[in-house]
């Protein structure tokens, strides 16, 4: 049985509830409509959802630097879809359009990034008792 997924672009004036739920596991609560209104007004920053079957299981917020650069500001997949492979296939088309892609985590996140192939840095204590890390990733261009 093929599962119909796809990525889409999203843009709808009003959060979609199902969008303010995943970008709640990314960010605080109370910063979930900020949040979400700097991906509707800045032109440098995109949010997308990742659809499965007709529902919105999972979305990546990411804020181009360059034409070939890009940081995930937000990745989240809904807590019954987790590790299924949806993390990764966001950050693979991702990765079709931005060879150069960063990501700031916490502990929490870090394995994740360190599997797909990024690069790990601590950043060290940013915040009182959290280590932070810069995890970067550098597309290999085939020879």
């Known amino acids: 049985i093929q599962k119909v997924m796809f990525m889409k672009e999203v843009n709808s004036e009003t959060i979609p509830p199902s969008i303010r739920k995943l970008l709640s596991f990314a ?6 409509d900020q949040e979400y209104e700097n991906y ?4 440098n920053r995109q949010l997308y959802s990742f659809e499965l079957e007709g529902e919105i299981v ?8 360059s034409l070939i650069e890009c940081e995930i500001k937000h ?9 299924k492979g949806i993390g ?14 960063s990501a700031e985590t916490d502990n929490d996140a870090v394995g994740f990034y360190r599997d797909f192939g990024f690069d790990i840095t601590s950043l060290g204590e940013k915040y009182p008792g959290v280590e932070r890390f810069l995890c970067k990733y550098k597309k290999q261009e085939p020879y």
Do not use: D
């Open 75 to 83: 990745i989240a997949v809904s807590l019954v879809q987790r590790g």
């Open 27 to 32: 960010t605080s609560e109370i910063k979930v």
């Open 58 to 65: 999972g979305c990546i917020g990411i804020e181009f630097s």
């Open 88 to 101: 990764s296939k966001m950050i693979n088309y991702i990765t079709e359009q931005y060879p150069i892609i």
């Open 40 to 43: 509707l007004n800045s032109l």
